[in-house]
């Protein structure tokens, strides 16, 4: 009889070669920059949750791209982009930023890996946002996402694989039209039809047929044969269905939560984790913001629009709301997903302010809080603790090493790595992909 090893003993001990990259606030970290930087060297980017509400900008070569729901990391040649199981694909919409993307010479046709398992976003969804978002005043970005999440766990969901194999999809779609009926007859809305669901999604079935495959398998088979694999979450933090400002969240688990059910792999297989951090915080949409600056100071930090990397949303073009650094966030979100480096974004924008005020902590009645708070209410009632520190005249922008920041500069990175209890590893001083401290 053959002698039969044990099959986990060698993988499980071996060092991997796969990074995630979490946004730790409300989105909007940098992150597309981030994965630009720090995908130099990598084979695969992999997205696990959210859609098109996302928007990653990437500056490089003088041009702008801004992602949806394809991964940033692609635009470097030979990087395979994985759209994962638990992202919510807006079909119509992927397939055109695809297009555009080739148009402007980035062919990822062939470079792009989508999970059957992912749902679609059809145009049932987006109708029914519309609807649902004058009462409840969430400020989503109305791409369809809160309602195609509900209709998965209510598992009345369509999936890409569906899609692809056609098995009972009218059926299906009916069937989903029929739970909806009530909700468009009581809003005095027309209901949508079956054409008007399937016909765009058959019309790009073809498209997608071939990128179509089990990620999984994919990224352990590739992420045991030594590939290098950064997995980009959307979103950040803050905005967690579970750990976020709940209401005011999307749907979705944008940090390491999210990694294991929405790409399918052992988290474990996660060897670094890298939490995004701007130099100040911001937040699009609705939602406590408690360290949030009204005023000149805030539109100081949020820009006029004038220059592309101004705090506008890539999605909607909302303004942000802007607001000193919060660290108590920092700290928490660091503690919870088991942060192992930070990428400290947009150091630059504090260029030439006379103070910079950071927020280390939150006091409630007196008394300095350990936990975040769970509910809006209680957020309303929390007392930021400011420390202000020195800013600096000299400019930090386009700096390319830690020991040419201007004192200050050095010193409130060095602050932020205390706050957080890990260390900065890279600081980006500009939009474009050189304008970065490796440290
Ligand atoms: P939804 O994801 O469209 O359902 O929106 C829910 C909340 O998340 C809203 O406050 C949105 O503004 C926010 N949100 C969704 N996607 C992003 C993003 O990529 N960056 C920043 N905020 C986002």
Request: hydrophobic share 35%; aromatic share 8%.
């Amino acid at each position: 009889m053959p002698e039969l090893s044990n099959p986990n003993s060698e993988t499980m001990t071996k060092k991997t070669n796969c990074r995630l990259v979490v946004g730790l606030f409300w989105g909007d970290e940098g992150k597309a920059k981030a994965v630009d930087v720090l995908g130099e060297n990598a084979d695969i980017v992999a997205r696990y949750q959210g859609g098109a509400n996302a928007g990653h900008t990437v500056y490089t070569g003088g041009e702008k791209f801004v992602f949806h729901q394809v991964p940033s990391g692609v635009l470097r040649e030979d990087v395979t982009g994985v759209l994962g199981a638990g992202m919510v694909i807006d079909l119509p919409e992927l397939v055109d930023e695809i297009r555009e993307l080739k148009n402007r010479g980035i062919d990822a046709t062939s470079r792009l890996v989508i999970s059957s398992r992912a749902h679609l976003v059809t145009s049932l969804h987006k109708r029914i946002e519309k609807i649902q978002e004058t009462k409840l005043g969430i400020g989503t970005t109305l791409r369809g996402i809160g309602p195609t999440y509900s209709d998965k766990y209510a598992r009345r969901g369509l999936r890409i694989g569906q899609l692809v194999h056609k098995h009972g999809l009218e059926e299906s779609v009916r069937k989903l039209i029929d739970s909806h009926r009530p909700f468009f007859e009581f809003a005095g809305e027309p209901v949508p039809t079956a054409d008007e669901i399937l016909t765009p999604l058959l019309e790009k079935s073809a498209f997608i047929e071939d990128m179509v495959d089990d990620v999984s398998l994919f990224l352990t088979d590739s992420i045991h044969a030594g590939k290098s694999v950064l997995i980009e979450g959307a979103q950040g933090s803050m905005l967690d269905i579970d750990w976020g400002t709940y209401p005011f969240v999307t749907p979705t688990s944008p940090a390491l939560s999210g990694v294991a059910s929405g790409l399918g792999i052992d988290p474990r297989l996660v060897e670094e984790v890298i939490g995004l951090v701007k130099a100040f915080t911001t937040r699009v949409g609705n939602g406590p913001l408690p360290t949030e600056l009204i005023g000149e100071e805030g539109e100081r930090l949020r820009g006029t629009g004038e220059h592309e990397w101004d705090e506008f949303g890539a999605t909607t073009g909302r303004p942000r709301r802007c607001g000193w650094l919060d660290g108590f966030v920092l700290t928490c979100n660091c503690r919870r997903w088991g942060v192992d480096k930070l990428f400290l974004t947009k150091l630059d924008v504090l260029d030439g302010m006379e103070k910079a005020r950071l927020c280390s902590a939150y006091k409630k009645d007196g008394k300095v809080l350990r936990a975040y708070p769970s509910t809006a209410k209680e957020l309303e009632l929390v007392e930021p603790v400011f420390e202000e520190l020195e800013g600096w005249s000299e400019g930090v922008a386009r700096k390319t090493k830690f020991e040419s920041l201007p004192e200050n500069a050095k010193y409130y990175v060095k602050r932020v790595e205390q706050i957080a209890g890990c260390p900065v590893g890279w600081i980006s001083t500009g939009p474009n992909r050189e304008n970065t401290i490796v440290r």
